[in-house]
């Protein structure tokens, strides 16, 4: 099993309509992020969350919200789905207090919201 | 100006050749230094991690940080197709952990 777990792989989805993105981690890592990637855009932060209740904006979080369910488990919703929304969404983990400096991705959801 | 950027390519090789990814970054306070790989349809993968100035090598593959010209660079000897992916920097400054990425080069090794 992937060490992060993204579901659901893929996802087209209607304009206005709510969406859930789920991501569960296996790594017992403290710290969990969620980017989107757009062409000649690379990653972009939309948010970020260091234990179950300290939970932060990235640099795009408008549109966005999270919830961090439990340490292993954190999930991003798009409250009214637009299709300036329509990008790849990754979830990561990380965890300082280990030296675990780097991310750990998932395998990323591929939304169109069309 | 973007503050970290990157050529996205695409770079193509022959296999055998060695190859030379860099990033430009305009933000001095900028610590960490990373190198992802990313293949289609998969989530980064961390490749290199670097802190502060100097070399560090694993493998085939090499990071350079100079951080008086605000410079990084990932080498690769002894290109192989499979090494054939987009390559990502990222850097953070300290006390930030929030790392701020590059668009990426897409390598193409030739066979």
């Known amino acids: 099993d992937a060490d992060v777990t993204q579901t659901p792989r893929n996802r087209i989805t209607k304009t206005g309509k709510r969406i859930m993105l789920e991501c569960s981690q296996t790594?017992?890592?403290?710290?969990m992020y969620w980017y989107r990637q757009d062409p000649g855009l690379g990653l972009q932060l939309i948010y970020y969350s260091f234990d179950v209740k300290d939970i932060n904006k990235g640099e795009i979080s408008d549109g966005y919200s999270v919830s961090r369910q439990a340490q292993a488990k954190f999930s991003l919703s798009l409250e009214s789905a637009i299709p300036n929304q329509t990008a790849l969404y990754f979830c990561?983990?990380?965890?300082?207090?280990?030296?675990?400096?780097?991310?750990?991705f998932g395998s990323g959801t591929r939304l169109t919201v069309v | 100006q973007k503050e970290v950027e990157q050529d996205p390519g695409p770079l193509s090789v022959p296999e055998g050749a060695i190859v030379s990814l860099n990033c430009t970054y305009s933000?001095?306070?900028?610590?960490?230094f990373m190198w992802y790989r990313q293949y289609s349809r998969k989530g980064p993968e961390l490749l290199m991690y670097?802190?502060?100035?100097g070399n560090k090598e694993d493998g085939r593959f090499t990071a350079q940080v100079d951080k008086s010209s605000k410079y990084i660079s990932l080498f690769i000897r002894d290109s192989q197709p499979s090494d054939s992916a987009t390559y990502l920097c990222?850097?953070?400054?300290?006390?930030?952990?929030?790392?701020?990425f590059g668009t990426g080069t897409r390598l193409k090794v030739l066979a």
């Open positions: 790594k017992g890592h403290d710290r």
């Open positions: 933000n001095s306070a900028f610590q960490y």
């Open positions: 990561a983990t990380s965890d300082l207090r280990r030296g675990v400096y780097g991310y750990t």
């Open positions: 670097t802190y502060s100035s």
């Open positions: 990222a850097m953070s400054a300290a006390g930030t952990y929030k790392y701020i």
